[in-house]
């Protein structure tokens, strides 16, 4: 008799834990999800941050650095040298670009990304405004490369977005030129990741201009006009604008012969160029330091990349 209770009792408090573990298991049951997700993703974590020590520890400094270039011609390029001293005077007082003649030239902020990217050791400098996750920007002296910080002036290695006609521009190329310093053209440079240089714009006034507006020159500025010109032609369907992505000494040559209406600029105007253009800065830019993602180097100073793009530093083992 007492076999046979404590048998019953047994099996009482059996189905009442498992019961109250399938109401726990119900009622909990998003708590168990959220734990099992939390660990998994520690794990990932903890994965990334193992292939990442493994990619540094891969890292052979010793290996060449392969210097990666933008073409002559390039604001991107020219910006880029007079702000880290690439671009030395000689003897003269005449200021010469001494990017070492090993360096990799590319024709596009996207053909440096794709360079990058392709090479562990390869170092190049882009559009902060096109910059992805094919590579790593590193910081500049200790400031990171974003909006925030090339607004502030903490980045230092930024540049201004220049677009350029001449004195007897076309009604429908002012009036697109209208629409990129408007409240709604300002708005779309800042989402796409560029710095507005007007925060009390006004809003677009919408003019019966009529026609076609040509716009050629750099290949950074070129994502950003994309956009502002997708954005423009829904509120003015009777102007057409065509885009030809060149660099911006070309843009500024067409501008100045009259084969674009709007020549795009990503550095300023040169005084030989100020002669036939007027200039209008439409966004400011960062230029981004860029290497290869299994790259340990997080952080340069200004004469690091000095010496790298001048061919005084050879390998990574000599940046410290």
Not at 263 to 286: C, H, P, Q, W, Y
Request: net charge negative.
């Amino acid at each position: 008799m007492k076999k046979n209770l404590f048998t019953k009792a047994a099996a009482f408090i059996a189905v009442a834990a498992l019961t109250a573990g399938t109401f726990a298991g119900c009622s909990n049951s998003g708590s168990k999800d959220n734990a099992t997700t939390v660990a998994g993703a520690t794990k990932a974590e903890q994965t990334t941050d193992k292939q990442d020590n493994n990619a540094a520890a891969d890292f052979d400094t010793s290996k060449d650095i392969t210097v990666v270039t933008r073409e002559e011609g390039s604001g991107t390029r020219g910006a880029f040298v007079e702000l880290t001293g690439v671009e030395q005077k000689n003897s003269d007082g005449k200021k010469i670009d001494m990017t070492t003649e090993e360096a990799i030239v590319q024709s596009s902020t996207q053909n440096v990304i794709t360079a990058v990217n392709g090479d562990t050791y390869a170092i190049g400098y882009v559009s902060l405004g096109s910059l992805n996750k094919d590579v790593k920007a590193v910081k500049v002296d200790g400031a990171e490369a974003t909006v925030d910080t090339v607004k502030s002036g903490e980045y230092k290695v930024q540049r201004p977005f220049n677009i350029a006609t001449k004195d007897d521009v076309s009604d429908a190329a002012k009036d697109f030129i209208s629409y990129i310093m408007s409240s709604e053209g300002q708005a779309i440079i800042e989402d796409n990741g560029y710095i507005k240089v007007d925060d009390a714009a006004a809003a677009y006034a919408a003019t019966d201009a009529k026609g076609e507006v040509k716009i050629s020159g750099s290949s950074s500025v070129t994502p950003v006009m994309e956009k502002l010109k997708e954005a423009y032609e829904k509120v003015n369907s009777n102007i057409t604008i065509t885009i030809n992505q060149s660099d911006s000494s070309t843009g500024m040559k067409d501008a100045a012969e009259g084969i674009s209406d709007i020549g795009m600029a990503s550095r300023d105007l040169k005084d030989s160029e100020l002669e036939t253009l007027k200039n209008t800065v439409i966004a400011k830019d960062g230029i981004a330091i860029v290497v290869n993602n299994a790259s340990p180097i997080e952080n340069l100073t200004s004469d690091q990349i000095m010496k790298i793009y001048t061919g005084e530093i050879t390998t990574w083992a000599d940046v410290k």
